[in-house]
């Protein structure tokens, strides 16, 4: 069956640190890009960060650089999102989706195949 299964998430306090977890599943995962996208209540999901599985190449989003780091252990199939100081405009559910082939840059273009159930992430001020 194939699954990509989101943890990590909670409620931290504006600074702290947060590690995401995608577990995959049920399919090969070295021939996609894994994506991790966020929605905000009200607003659109919008990419946050991508790795090419593979070979490794990353992406990030203006917003998140020099604080997030995304990252993959091919053998557990998962693929993380290290997300240090956190600001409550960080707030989201986040979901990770992953797309076939190799995509860089503007996340609003990834053809996802597959997405998670998401995780809830609250950041308080």
């Known amino acids: 069956e194939l699954q990509l299964v989101e943890s990590g998430g909670g409620l931290v306090q504006a600074g702290g640190s947060l590690r995401l977890s995608c577990a995959a599943s049920?399919?090969?995962?070295?021939?996609?890009?894994i994506g991790w996208f966020r929605q905000a209540p009200g607003k659109e999901r919008k990419g946050v960060s991508s790795?090419?599985?593979?070979?490794?190449?990353?992406y990030y989003t203006d917003s998140v650089k020099g604080r997030f780091t995304i990252s993959s252990d091919n053998a557990k199939t998962t693929v993380y999102l290290q997300m240090n100081s956190l600001k409550p405009e960080d707030t989201a559910v986040y979901y990770c989706?992953?797309?076939?082939?190799?995509?860089?840059?503007?996340?609003?273009?990834?053809?996802?195949?597959?997405w998670g159930q998401g995780t809830q992430v609250t950041v308080s001020s």
């Open positions: 049920g399919f090969t995962f070295d021939d996609y890009t």
């Open positions: 989706a992953a797309a076939q082939g190799s995509y860089y840059g503007d996340m609003d273009f990834y053809d996802n195949d597959y």
């Open positions: 790795i090419v599985s593979r070979i490794g190449s990353t």
